[in-house]
């Protein structure tokens, strides 16, 4: 297959920046922080144009979500922890405001379910589900082979369910009190 010219690949890449935000924002969670990994991204992408073989294993969008993951890997290596992550984000006030509350709570506890996950399930579940990539293409991003990232969304889409239901749960036992 021939290589994209330069004009056809920055198209093909500008095309990508919004996935490439909403999966940023699943991996940081802080929009400006999402903003400068897809920057980051972006600028790897364009400076190893040379480098993108069009037509081997998957296509841009895998290798610039590859691109995306590894850079954020290795801010949370420099600079923190796994755990003092997850503290951050389990007590995290952040709201979204929407006019219908029980919208918002369901959004909320949705949101807050998803970063109870490890970090391994939620990036794979948010890669199927939210990004809409095959197995294979989410395993390329993630470098594992597919049949482990159809266990981890699968244990992913379980955790999810089982803390769904607890809070149901629990929910019920309130109003019967």
Known sequence: MAPLSAQAFRAELMALVPALRGFARFCAREPAM?????????????????????????????????????????QVRKGKRETALLEYYAHSNDTIHHEDDRQV???????????????????????IGAQ?????????????????????VSRARATLRALLEETGKRQDKTFTE
Request: charged share 20%; with cysteine.
């Open 34 to 74: 999402a903003d400068d990994l897809v920057q980051e991204t972006i600028l790897r992408a364009l400076s190893n144009m040379h480098s993108f073989q069009q037509g081997t294993d998957g296509h841009m969008r895998g290798w610039c979500f590859t691109i995306l993951r590894n850079l954020f890997l290795q």
């Open 105 to 127: 709570d369901s959004v909320n506890e949705l949101e807050r379910h998803l970063w109870r996950l490890s970090p391994l399930l939620r990036e794979a579940l948010v890669l």
């Open 132 to 152: 809409e990539m095959t197995y294979a293409e989410a395993a390329m991003v993630c470098g594992v082979g597919i049949g482990t990232m159809k266990a981890r």
